[in-house]
């Protein structure tokens, strides 16, 4: 038997869910989503503290309170994983997280499972690299490399060597969260030193409200028009708010 650990919407209920990608260059396409849990990383703004952040973490989140475990996280087993997608009728899957990169083996028997009429994007923080048991069923990469403001060691949100192979393939994209317009010149070194080319970079507000996406947008805009960089919204936050399942 070979399971999955995933976040929860409610106790013990799997966060798999159907609707619009809201970041990236497949914003706004119809997907399902499969939220796994645990991270290796701990980004002080992260929008899915429940997914890493449970009780007695050593890291340290801006909103301070911690999650149970225990009602946060259910491992599944990946038959009952794959009935849950086919019930949405929809080929394109978001593994996502947390860090999905982490249950590689695990996400590999899942697609074999599935078949291969399914279009599978990863939303990773780039700093785990590709198995190769799993990346022949990867058809996209939302790789977001963590800049100094998440807050994490710089020895544990960048890989990169891991970036190095990730900017030579073709189905990796690289969004950077970014809360302040200086951003720009650390993206500007990592994207020189791991040879990221400027077309395949996207530029995304730091925020969990439609507000301050809003205020930071205002500056991002002209910020990527002057680089070449893509600009990225958040379109669920607009659409949903800061809630699970979404
Ligand atoms: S890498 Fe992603 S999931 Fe992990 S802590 Fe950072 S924002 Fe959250």
Redesign the pocket.
């Known amino acids: 038997m070979t399971r999955l650990r995933l976040a929860t919407t409610t106790p013990g209920e799997p966060e798999i869910f159907h609707s619009l990608q809201g970041e990236g260059i497949s914003a706004g396409r119809p997907s399902v989503f499969v939220r796994l849990s645990g991270?290796n990383?701990?980004?002080q703004w992260?929008?899915?503290?429940y997914?890493?952040y449970f009780t007695g973490h050593p890291g340290k989140h801006r909103g301070d309170q911690t999650y149970q475990r225990r009602d946060n996280s259910v491992t599944l087993d990946i038959a009952d994983v794959a009935d849950q997608i086919a019930a949405h009728e929809c080929r394109h899957i978001v593994f996502t997280?947390?860090?999905p990169l982490l249950q590689q083996p695990a996400l590999a028997a899942l697609c074999d499972l599935l078949g291969p009429d399914y279009h599978i994007e990863i939303e990773s923080?780039g700093t785990v690299a590709l198995a190769a048991g799993f990346d022949r069923h990867v058809d996209q990469l939302n790789l977001?490399p963590?800049l100094a403001h998440?807050g994490n060691d710089p020895g544990l949100r960048m890989n990169e060597a891991a970036l190095v192979a990730y900017a030579r393939d073709t189905r990796a994209w690289f969004k950077f969260v970014v809360a302040q317009p200086h951003d720009a010149e650390e993206i500007t070194a990592l994207a020189d030193r791991c040879g990221i080319a400027s077309d395949r970079i996207l530029l995304m507000p730091e925020g969990t409200c439609a507000t301050d996406l809003h205020a930071r947008s205002r500056w991002l805009g002209p910020l990527c028009l002057e680089r070449g960089w893509r600009f990225t919204d958040r379109l669920h936050i607009h659409l949903y708010g800061d809630t699970r399942g979404t």
């Open positions: 991270c990383l701990a980004c992260c929008d899915t503290p997914t890493w997280g947390g860090e923080n977001s963590k998440s």
